[in-house]
T-cell receptor
């Protein structure tokens, strides 16, 4: 099994551009999450989803949008890229939220110049 | 306001000796705690967890201790191996908050051979 797959691995954007970070999982997990990790900091939750069609904000949602049309896919959209969104983005999933470890993808390193 | 704190940015240990990584939390509602390990350019990998109803959980060379009165947990690695060199993240969640994970900033462990 591939687990959680994120694409692209690296991307450089100009200020004001938009892009979508892709995340797909093949474990039939209901819950999916998007985090960002800034240097020297822990992971911070951007958005999460408890199932297809259901999404909710995390700790740092401003500047991002998500959708969950299928169980497998949970894309993260940046509409107007800003330098403050330079970060490493991780997608994760687990079967349900209750005390179950999350499985992470390998991340997307995004730089906005 | 950091609810989960890892006050040691780094730790260096000799191969074969014990590594002790510490984590403090401020929110008494947290009822589930996890440790993740992260290598460069990879996503975090789940290592071990503990529920608040326990004070110790062991898995091979890894043991997590929980002291609820002190709001403190620690990860012991015995014996330490060079392959354990990584960043270790402590995370906590609360059922009341939808089991969303709150991460510490991480501790870099270097195991010298």
């Amino acid at each position: 099994n591939a687990g959680v797959t994120q694409t692209p691995k690296f991307r450089i954007l100009k200020i004001g551009q938009s892009m979508t970070l892709q995340c797909t999982q093949d474990m039939n997990h209901n819950y999916m999450y998007w985090y960002r990790q800034d240097p020297g900091m822990g992971l911070k939750l951007i958005y999460y989803s408890v199932g297809a069609g259901i999404t909710d904000k995390g700790e740092v949602p401003n500047g991002y949008n998500v959708s969950r049309s299928t169980t497998e896919d949970f894309p993260l959209r940046l509409e107007l890229a800003a330098p403050s969104q330079t970060s490493v983005y991780f997608c994760a999933s687990n079967p349900s939220g209750d005390n179950q470890p999350q499985h992470f993808g390998d991340g997307t390193r995004l730089s906005i110049l | 306001d950091q609810q989960v704190k890892q006050n040691s940015p780094s730790l260096s240990v000799q191969e074969g000796r014990i590594s002790i990584l510490n984590c403090d939390y401020t929110n008494s509602m947290f009822d589930y705690f996890l440790w993740y390990k992260k290598y460069p350019a990879e996503g975090p990998t789940f290592l071990i967890s503990i529920s608040s109803i326990k004070d110790k959980n062991e898995d091979g060379r890894f043991t997590v201790f929980l002291n609820k009165s002190a709001k403190h947990l620690s990860l012991h690695i015995v014996p330490s191996q060079p392959g354990d060199s990584a960043v270790y993240f402590c995370a906590a969640s609360a059922r009341e908050y939808g089991n969303k994970l709150v991460f510490g900033a991480g501790t870099i462990l270097r195991v010298k051979s």
